[in-house]
């Protein structure tokens, strides 16, 4: 069946340090999104990337959308505390943009200060 | 905005018991989840459903049922509540993207 893998599990930065996370799918994915769940809260929607080698920028954030549709990725640039939470990937299978998302398990990240 | 929410924050439950998490949307989204969170295991989707009265198995049904009788609620239900069952229990519900209930916290002894 669909799966999503993503790694790191955890990762700890300085604060200023780059983080990045991986997610890779099994099959091709129709499109790839991104959610951030800070400490006691629940995921919250950060982006979406539909295209073949999609980029996206949010202000540190970067996401990417590889060219065979079947990983993604998350940077960010100079993390700051408040970037500290755990940050999931979750895509549609291809041909399909209703119904479920494939999640990966999540990169918990923690800044220090 | 959109807003989920769950019926509890935190809940604490008897072994055997039956156990009824409800979920309410106001945004007239077809599309409801129900997912468990537990550390390093991610989210895990249990059912979703995609209109009234329709439902379907996500990756980790065994133990757990669910009833949408009206677009707005979608109800999880534990028939027989067991101690492997305490977890942090997700809502969602989507258009375009999922938009996340609190969440409950259901502990069971």
């Known amino acids: 069946g669909q799966q999503v893998m993503q790694i790191p599990q955890y990762q700890h930065v300085q604060e200023g340090e780059d983080f990045t996370t991986y997610c890779n799918s099994s099959?091709?994915?129709?499109?790839i999104q991104w959610y951030k769940q800070r400490p006691g809260g629940h995921p919250v929607f950060l982006i979406q990337?539909?295209?073949?080698?999609e980029v996206k920028k949010q202000k540190r954030l970067t996401f990417q959308f590889g060219e065979a549709k079947k990983n993604s990725s998350l940077h960010i640039t100079a993390t700051q505390t408040t970037d500290v939470g755990t940050y999931f990937c979750?895509?549609?299978?291809?041909?399909?943009?209703?119904?479920?998302?494939?999640f990966g398990r999540g990169t918990q990240l923690t800044v220090w200060p | 905005d959109v807003k989920v929410t769950q019926s509890s924050r935190y809940l604490v439950k008897r072994t055997g018991e039956k156990v009824f998490l409800e979920c309410v949307q106001d945004?007239?989204?077809?599309?409801m989840f129900w997912y468990r969170q537990d550390p390093g295991l991610g989210l895990r989707l249990i059912y979703f459903?995609?209109?009234?009265?329709?439902?379907e198995k996500g990756d980790i049904p065994e133990g757990y049922s669910v009833s949408r009788e009206k677009k707005e609620r979608f109800s999880l239900i534990l028939e027989s509540a067991s101690t492997n069952q305490t977890s942090m229990y997700l809502c969602?519900?989507?258009?375009?993207?999922?938009?996340f209930g609190p969440g409950t916290r259901l502990t069971v002894t």
């Open positions: 990337l539909v295209k073949s080698g």
């Open positions: 945004m007239d989204h077809e599309n």
């Open positions: 969602a519900s989507r258009s375009y993207e999922q938009y």
């Open positions: 099959t091709t994915l129709s499109n």
């Open positions: 979750a895509g549609h299978d291809r041909g399909s943009t209703l119904g479920r998302l494939y």
């Open positions: 459903s995609y209109d009234v009265k329709m439902k």
